[in-house]
């Protein structure tokens, strides 16, 4: 049970986690995706490009803070924000059951 669980939460989050991932990217670098914007300009003038890469910084912003689409989306953020506390305890359990020791059959008597 434990393993289907770990498995099924790490391949859903996967699809948060480039969400997180994307904007976080976006957050430590802003200057290379508006560079990115600014390289597809015509003459100073916004472009169908440059117009598609400043709305999906915006929705990539909103997305990564949950603002888009009301409190379903907010629940639903807090809610998957504590997926990875998931995936560490059911990891940690697969992990000790894993290497914990076994009795020995015979070995009661021996120390």
Do not use: N
């Not at 948060?16 to 390289?39: N, R």
């Not at 000790?96 to 008597?109: D, F, L, M």
């Amino acid at each position: 049970f434990l393993r289907e669980l770990h498995y099924s939460l790490g391949f859903w989050l996967s699809l948060l986690t480039l969400v997180w991932a994307g904007s976080g990217i976006y957050f430590a670098f802003p200057d290379m995706f508006h560079a990115l914007s600014e390289v597809f300009r015509d003459a100073g003038e916004d472009t169908r490009v440059s117009a598609f890469i400043e709305g999906s910084i915006v929705e990539m912003v909103r997305l990564h803070f949950g603002r888009t689409y009301g409190m379903p989306v907010k629940i639903l953020w807090a809610i998957l924000g504590l997926v990875p506390c998931a995936l560490f305890v059911t990891g940690a359990l697969m992990w000790w059951q894993r290497t914990r020791k076994k009795p020995v059959p015979g070995a009661e008597g021996r120390a």
